[in-house]
């Protein structure tokens, strides 16, 4: 059973926290300052430190480690665990326990380095992600590799839905990993940097859909942005969110890029190749509601030509 010093903030840390309540030792938690979050504005906790409260865990909440370093010194642990934490650990803090510091990372390292990397996967089309345990260094997402171990994406996947699924990975597989790893019986596997990719964090004004892109791309990016920042378009000179929808069958020549049109009972886009039909949208200051209810509601819509902005 090792001592364990967790550090993580949102639910996607949640399982690898609870894991290691079962399982370890765990003497301290580290997570960010409760920030403001809904119309009013209220401090919100981290999911992270609602659960380590439950469990009469210490909790940290530094806006530097740094200015925590004496304390974490102080508890003397074996390993820190790291799971979406959102703060980089500079060199003073990663020498502090005896066996490192261990990152639950989001993707199969190097493909997808960063802040974002389910959402990059989706985006990009590919047809798996997965988790790697690895040792961490100063860099971002450099460190050396401890497991991996591969998930497909579905796709009916969205952010949400892989975000929960490699959640629940990402903690199975840090248990395996972890006793191995303090024992010494792991030998860490050196990332190849020819292969490395980026995921940076997600801007909102990405969300805004270029209609010249195909109806593919398009169709990726509603999935990998939900349910957060959205995608959405112009009609009018209002915001139109679109939450789901699907590829037609049929390419039609003749449809403008952003022109709305019939297609086989429904209304689909032009795109730069494709159709992308919409099946859930949401008008700027109403509720989200199916496609059928949505051009039932605005017929004026089909003949439009939507824009970015």
Same mark, same amino acid.
């Given at each position: ?9 949102? &639910? ?50 530094? &806006? ?6 004496? @304390? ?43 802040? *974002? ?11 798996? #992600?997965?988790? !790697?345990?690895?040792?961490?260094? *100063?860099?971002?997402? @450099? ?17 949400? #839905? ?24 792991? !030998? ?8 490395? !990719? ?32 959205? !995608?959405? @378009? ?24 952003? &022109? ?10 032009? /795109? ?6 919409? /099946? ?19 017929? &004026? ?9």
């Amino acid at each position: 059973m090792a001592k364990v010093v967790f550090m993580g903030t949102p &639910e996607f840390a949640v399982p690898s926290l609870q894991a290691l309540l079962q399982q370890h030792e765990v003497i301290g938690v580290v997570t960010q300052p409760d920030r403001p979050a809904g119309r009013g504005g209220e401090l919100r906790p981290s999911p992270i430190k609602i659960l380590a409260q439950s469990a009469a865990i210490p909790v940290l909440q530094p &806006e530097k480690l740094r200015q925590v370093i004496d @304390t974490l010194r102080a508890w003397q642990a074996d390993v820190f665990i790291v799971a979406a934490f959102g703060q980089i650990l500079p060199q003073s803090i990663l020498d502090l326990p005896s066996h490192g510091c261990v990152n639950v990372h989001g993707s199969l390292l190097p493909r997808w380095r960063g802040a *974002a990397p389910i959402h990059a996967a989706i985006r990009a089309g590919d047809k798996e #992600t997965g988790i !790697t345990i690895m040792g961490m260094d *100063a860099g971002l997402d @450099t460190g050396p590799m401890l497991s991996k171990r591969a998930i497909p994406i579905l796709s009916i996947d969205t952010a949400q #839905t892989l975000h929960d699924k490699m959640a629940q990975l990402g903690a199975d597989l840090l248990i395996e990993t972890l006793p191995p790893y303090i024992r010494g019986e792991i !030998t860490p596997q050196p990332q190849d940097e020819s292969l490395v !990719t980026y995921a940076p964090q997600i801007e909102k004004h990405e969300g805004a859909i270029d209609w010249t892109v195909s109806a593919e791309k398009i169709e990726r990016l509603v999935r990998a942005f939900t349910p957060w920042p959205g !995608t959405y @378009t112009f009609w009018q000179g209002k915001q139109v969110k679109i939450h789901k929808g699907y590829i037609a069958d049929e390419v039609r020549e003749d449809v403008a890029p952003g &022109e709305v049109v019939w297609h086989e009972n429904t209304g689909a886009i032009g /795109t730069g190749h494709g159709l992308y039909c919409p /099946t859930e949208l949401q008008l700027e200051g109403k509720k989200r509601v199916a496609a059928a209810d949505f051009f039932r509601g605005y017929p &004026e819509f089909v003949g439009a030509t939507l824009t970015r902005g």
